[in-house]
Each structure stands twice: as C-alpha cells, then as structure tokens.
C-alpha cells in the first residue's frame, strides 16, 4: 500500500506565517500539521510515501529528514511546477506508484479523525466524507446505499449533505490514474485548475466508489480554522508545564524550557520551545518558537516564530521574526 500526500499548496489565506514556510510545517498542538498526518498513517506500514511538493520543497524535506530519518527510504518526492489543481498533483504522483498496487491520498493541510485501518479492511475503492451542516460549500456526493453515483463541486441544491473531505482509497493506481490523465488530456478544469472530483466522475462509470464516513475533519487553512484544530488537538493531548506565579488552565501544550511568569495561560493554548510569556493572559492561541508575549490579554491569536509582543490588548497574526509594541500615553510623552 502506498500513500500520497499532496503538499505544494502556497497557504494563502494564512499569510504572513506562510511567507517564511509551507503551511505543512505550521504547528498545531505542539507538531507540525504533516507530523500529526504522519504519525497518523504510520500504522498502516506503507511501502512508499509520496509527497508532490512546490516552492517550499526544500523545507518540507529538511523537516522529514530530520523527523523521520528511519522512512526515508520509503519517502519520494515529485515537484508541482505549475499549481494546476489536486488532480494533477495526485496525477503526478501516481507515476512513482505501481499501478497495480493500492493506494491512498491523503490532503496535506487537513487533521482528520479516522481509523484509516478499518478503510483498508473495507476491501473497497473509498472516498470519505462527513456530515456538513452547509454543503453548498463543499464538493458532495450523491449516493445509492453507500455507493457514490455522481459527484457535484459546490452545488446549489445539493443531492446530501455528505462533504468530500479530502481522503481517497483505490484498491489500484491504474483505474484512478487513467481517469486522472483522462481530464487532463480533455482538459476538463473546474474553476482553471485539475480537480480530482471531475477524476472521480469518470471513474465511477467503470469502477465501483463506495463512502466511508468519518468521524470529523479539521481544516488548517486559515486562522480560525487552525485554532479551532488546536482545540480539538489540545482536548486529547495535555501537556500542562508549569509556571512561576501562573495559573495554567488545560488543555495547553507547554513543553520543558518554555518560561512562564505572572500569567494565565489556558485553555487552548500551544507554545513553542523557548518561547516567554510574562504579566499576561493568554488563551484560544498559537505561540510559536522562541516568541515573547508580556502584559498583554491575548486571545484567538497566532504568534509566529521569533515575534514579540509588548503591551495592550490585541487579536492578531503576526508573521515570523515580527516585533509589536505598544507604548502607553506617559511612556510616549516622556
């Protein structure tokens, strides 16, 4: 069995801590967003792992080096030039895979809780989905049983309310790789690009697709999205630490050699290595490494890697290496 992981996507939405690293490597809880996918599939024992990779390549594999030195034999990589949509990065990443061995795509920018063990038990071609409460917002199927017979992007009367949510399981590379090279030989595109929904319409008409329902999926695309995902990280993995006159309220992720002094800090928070929090409440937030928080309330706040903030009550996303501060009326008049 073989898995592909697409990677090479730009993170737009979560600029500015995607200016200086892929939004892959964003930590949530303590890991980056592809460690906890790693982590999650590494039970299945793949043969190879796949990564389709883009302007920030090289940081991704720096960080599987050194992470995972012990699957880097199984770990290759193909580069995206052009970002022309899933489909084609799954479609180029099929070529490192035997077609007639099994494989399974899993999305590089998503958290999902799902026992992927049971989808190979199932001995069938999967597609998961979960329960949406707006599904005009989402590819959806429409199903018989639980057998997928059409696939609609974003529909205005949507056929259910079940969501694709971005894992694929094919007993063979060959069929989904021949519906793949199919659209983008026609040049069937959706909204300018390859999407693998438009690959799946064509391969239902010669292959069986059956739904797999999962039990919740964890967006990390933008801010909200990726707190909302520390939350849900956070609530199965404590990690308390501890502080000088502080009151830690978990879950939080605070690991050895993190100082925290004269604060609050919790619930939801994660804090990366080396970072300082003084004279502060904190909660709902991601403090990335070697970051300083003081005197400041913060909340449903990202603070990138070296960033500082000083003073004041704030909600914002600060980039890496950014420094805030703010000065009080007499500090400004002296």
Known sequence: MNVIIPVAGIGKRLRPHTHTKPKPLLKVAGKSILGHIIDSIKP????????????????????????YPEYSSRFEYVEQERREGLGHAVYLALQKVEPSESVMVVLGDTIFDVDYENILAAGKNIICVSETDDPRRFGIVQ?????????????????????????YYFLRGAEIYASLKYIIENNIKTKGEYQITDAMKHFIKGN?????????????????????????LLERHNTPGS???SVIIPPVYIPQGVYVENSIV????????????????????????????????????????DAAIVEDFKVMSIGDHSIIETLNRERKEE
Not at 45 to 59: A, R, S
Not at 144 to 162: A, I, M, T, Y
Not at 213 to 229: A, M, N, P, S, V
């Open 266 to 305: 919790g619930p939801y928070v994660s804090v990366g290595d080396n970072s300082v929090i003084k004279n502060s409440i904190v909660r709902n937030s991601i403090i990335y490494d070697g970051a300083r928080v003081e005197n400041v309330l913060l909340e449903d706040s990202i603070v990138g890697e």
């Open 243 to 245: 502080g000088k006159n």
């Open 208 to 232: 069986k697709l059956f739904i797999y329902r999962i039990k919740g999926w964890y967006d990390c695309g933008k801010t909200e999205t990726l707190l909302k995902t520390n939350r849900f």
């Open 44 to 67: 299945l024992n793949p043969e190879k792992i796949v990564f389709v990779i883009g302007h920030y390549g090289k940081m991704i594999k720096e960080y599987l080096r050194a992470n």
């Open 143 to 167: 199903i018989d049983g639980d057998r997928v017979v059409d696939l609609v992007e974003k529909p205005e009367n949507p056929p259910s309310n079940l969501a694709i949510v971005g894992i």
